[in-house]
Structures are given as C-alpha cells and as structure tokens.
C-alpha cells in the first residue's frame, strides 16, 4: 500500500488535495537535510528513549511515513528556528501554544505566526527558561531574522488564513505545489504538468525543448521553466 500510495499511483478520496511527499521530496523541494525532516515529523530514539515527533503529520491516520502539503511548509519554519539555536523542545511547545491560540493545526505557516510569534516564544520561556531563547523575545530584530519575509513569500493564502498553494521560486509563479493539483508535487502553474515529467521527456528527447513543448501542446518558454525547477533543486 505505501509504495503505490508515495508513487501517486491511488489515493483513497479522503486524502486528495492533502498532497504526499517522501523524505527525499520534501528535502528537495525545501533544501533541508531528509534525516531532519524525518526526526522533526516522526520523531526519533535516543539511547532507551523515544521523542515523538513535533507534530501529528497529515497523512498519519493513512499509516504513511510521509508528508502532507501542510507538514512540508511547517519544517520549513522548524528549520529556521533551528539554524537559530532554537531546541525542540521550544520549537514543540511553541507550536502547541501557537495551535491552540490561533486554531490552526499547523501553526508556523500561518500569518498571525509572522506577527505575534514572538510572544508565542515568551511564554515557552517562562516555562522552560531555556536560554536559546532569550534573543528571540528581547530582541525584537533577531526573531525578524528567523521569521524572514521570504519564509511567507509565495505562499497563498485562502480567506480564513490557510495556506493553500506555494510558489517556492522568488522570482517568478510558473511552478506551484498545489495539494489538490498533481499530488502537490511541483508542476506549471498555467498547465498543471508535472515539471519531473517534462525534465525526463526533454532528456528522453535529446534536450529538445521545443519537440517536448510539441507533445504536451504548451509554449517552449514553460518547458524550459520546468527544467529549470528541477535542475535547480537537485542542484
């Protein structure tokens, strides 16, 4: 059932539009190391203890060890905080704290996370008194360098401040994942096509990106931003 499941082939109709991503993917598409993801969402043992994971991944009820679109813009956050000196175990209460306070499952990816986050991390410190935290809430420009602008960039939002779809390139919106689109696996925006799918054909074809453009009856300039997608992230 997993095999067939990670490789998109059937989804059971209470999973579409959730999206599916291995380790791997997820740390391609983000550029965070796969052994971290897997530690961050499904935990890990230290000596005779296990730590559970940060957070219940969307696809645990389906007995998956994989990400849904949602887990896969929350380790982005997690990684952030890490890069910063922040432990795990402020990173898990902050986002219990953020959950309940904001009523969203997955909190970080959130909007109100941008602006009152720091509050979040004030109150873990009074809990826990750990002091990797300090300077995210006495200072308030060193949480501004750990919650970046870029980590909300291209993430679009639906009207109740869910996160929807993510464009991860900066400069341009022609590749999205979309979790009710593809699996949530990187295709064009405009057409829908699995930028991988494109990549493999235009190599299968010698790198003719207009014979590629010919068979998927799309515009040269749209192969071409697929192949670079994906050159870039296995780059």
């Not at 949530?184 to 699995?194: C, H, R, V």
């Not at 990106?209 to 300039?221: E, M, S, T």
């Amino acid at each position: 059932m997993n095999a067939a499941l990670i490789a998109g082939n059937t989804l059971p109709t209470n999973m579409l539009g959730v999206g599916l991503y291995t380790a791997g993917e997820a740390a391609r598409y983000t550029g965070i190391p796969a052994r971290d993801i897997t530690r961050w969402l499904f935990g890990y043992s230290a000596g005779k203890k296990h730590y559970d994971g940060l957070w219940r991944s969307q696809l645990a009820d389906h007995d998956l060890r994989a990400l849904g679109f949602h887990d896969l813009l929350e380790v982005r956050f997690v990684h952030a905080f890490r890069q910063h000196g922040v432990s795990l175990q402020a990173i898990r209460l902050a986002s219990n704290h953020a959950r309940a306070m904001y009523n969203q499952p997955y909190p970080f990816t959130c909007t109100r996370f941008q602006t009152d986050g720091r509050s979040i991390f004030a109150t873990v410190l009074d809990e826990i008194g750990d002091e990797s935290l300090l300077d995210l809430v006495r200072k308030q420009y060193t949480f501004r360098e750990v919650i970046k602008p870029s980590l909300y960039a291209g993430i679009e939002y639906s009207n109740d401040g869910r996160a929807e779809r993510w464009f991860p390139q900066k400069r341009n919106r022609k590749v999205v994942l979309d979790p009710g689109l593809n699996f949530g696996k990187p295709a064009l925006t405009d057409y829908g096509i699995d930028t991988s799918i494109l990549k493999q054909a235009w190599e299968t074809e010698g790198e003719n990106a207009r014979f590629v453009a010919a068979i998927y009856q799309i515009p040269v300039a749209a192969v071409e931003a697929a192949i670079q997608f994906e050159q870039r992230i296995v780059a």
